[in-house]
């Protein structure tokens, strides 16, 4: 029996690299929406198990587990962290509001725990989280899954070969049409809606992993009538010359494309950029290479495998989305938010 599986304290779970044999990990979900499903399937499909789901409702609770055959269920999120030794690892998919006291209630229970996108509401949730969970030594990431996608692993490896040059500038949208039913979480005020935290969160990280941590921003935004941001465009200078320009929406319908150019070149992540199936080279305006990535867009799989790594490895943070990336993230939201007029319950 693995350290992991033994339950034996915080420390122990946070600190002790999991056995050869113990790969399998037991997954449990918090949430019981769109996204949560999809982990379910991920998590499977890199042998887990998924061991046990809680919701804020009993009958949504128990519909989830039959539908995807989890043995266990709670009506009550937390009472999922009542026995925290039945799970290796939590993934809280709850809406946005949940997160903080959702990743805190994990790290008190000695449990890692692995949080949606935004981490938490605003910097100071997110220090908050980030201090508990180093302090109890226990493994905490952001769910933010397009770090571990190939191709954003290829813009990397291309920028580091030169094929564009210094990356400069980085140019990118992402804009859905959301359902307008301020029932559900995109235009919610008390759960956190808003394009700002929920899409705007992808060009951010991706703009900062490129171009480094944001210096300044500027941001123009129009609200919706629930008081969250519906669509946002944004300037950040990242230092050092680089710039990048980016916008996210959830009443315009975007191509949700990326491009980051150089003095050589330009690279463009096709939509959707947070998980491309297609990269196109250009110099100038010509095509010099189009690089197919088919097939291994869909992958929330790249992320669940981080978690197994750095479980095995006995990691609190993974190197890959460290907390301090989240935490820049969420300081740079708090500014945006801030410009343009977007508060939260909490924040009243
Ligand atoms: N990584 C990604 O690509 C990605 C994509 C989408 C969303 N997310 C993030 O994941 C989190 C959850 O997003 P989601 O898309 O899964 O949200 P969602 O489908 O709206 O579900 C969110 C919560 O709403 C409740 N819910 C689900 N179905 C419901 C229904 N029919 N009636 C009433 N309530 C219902 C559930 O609460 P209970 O927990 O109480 O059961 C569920 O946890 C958010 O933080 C979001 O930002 C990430």
């Known amino acids: 029996m693995s350290a992991v599986r033994s339950g ?44 046990a789901v809680g919701s804020g409702d009993p009958a949504r609770a128990a519909a989830f587990a039959e539908e995807h055959g989890i043995a266990r269920h709670h009506g009550r999120h937390h009472d999922l962290l009542a026995r925290p030794e039945d799970v290796d690892v939590v993934y809280v998919a709850t809406t946005n509001d949940r997160h903080h006291a959702d990743a805190l209630a994990c790290i008190e229970a000695g449990v890692p725990v692995l949080v949606e996108k935004p981490f938490t509401l605003d910097l100071e949730q997110a220090e908050e989280v980030a201090a508990a969970a180093r302090t109890a030594g226990v493994f905490c990431m952001e769910a933010m899954w397009m770090r571990f996608q190939p191709a954003f692993l290829e813009v990397e490896r291309r920028i580091a070969a030169g094929h564009i040059g210094e990356p400069l500038l980085v140019q990118a949208d992402f804009g859905i049409a959301a359902t307008p039913d301020t029932d559900r ?26 171009l480094g941590t944001p210096e300044r921003a500027f941001a123009l935004g129009e609200l919706a009538d629930s008081g969250v941001d519906a669509t946002v465009a944004v300037a950040m200078r990242h230092g050092g010359g680089r710039l990048s320009s980016w916008s996210c929406s959830f009443v315009a319908d975007t191509g949700v494309e990326a491009t980051v150019s150089g003095a050589e070149g330009s690279l463009r992540v096709h939509g959707p950029f947070h998980h491309a199936g297609r990269l196109t080279l250009r110099q100038g305006s010509t095509v010099v290479e189009e690089h197919d990535l088919q097939g291994t867009e869909a992958g929330f799989e790249y992320e669940v495998d981080e978690v197994v790594r750095c479980l095995e490895d006995g990691r609190t943070e ?31």
């Open 8 to 51: 034996s304290g915080v420390g122990v779970r946070g600190t002790a690299p999991m056995e050869e044999d113990d790969m399998s990990l037991r997954w449990g979900i918090l949430g019981t929406g769109g996204i949560a499903r999809k982990m379910v399937a991920a998590a499977r499909a890199r042998g887990g198990e998924v061991a």
């Open 185 to 210: 979480r995109w235009f919610a005020r008390e759960l956190g809606g808003g394009a700002l935290l929920d899409v705007g969160v992808y060009p951010l990280t991706f703009a900062t992993g490129l």
């Open 318 to 348: 993974s190197p890959r989305m460290p907390l301090a990336l989240s935490l820049t993230t969420l300081r740079w939201l708090d500014e945006l938010r801030r410009q343009v007029g977007v508060t939260y319950p909490h924040e009243d």
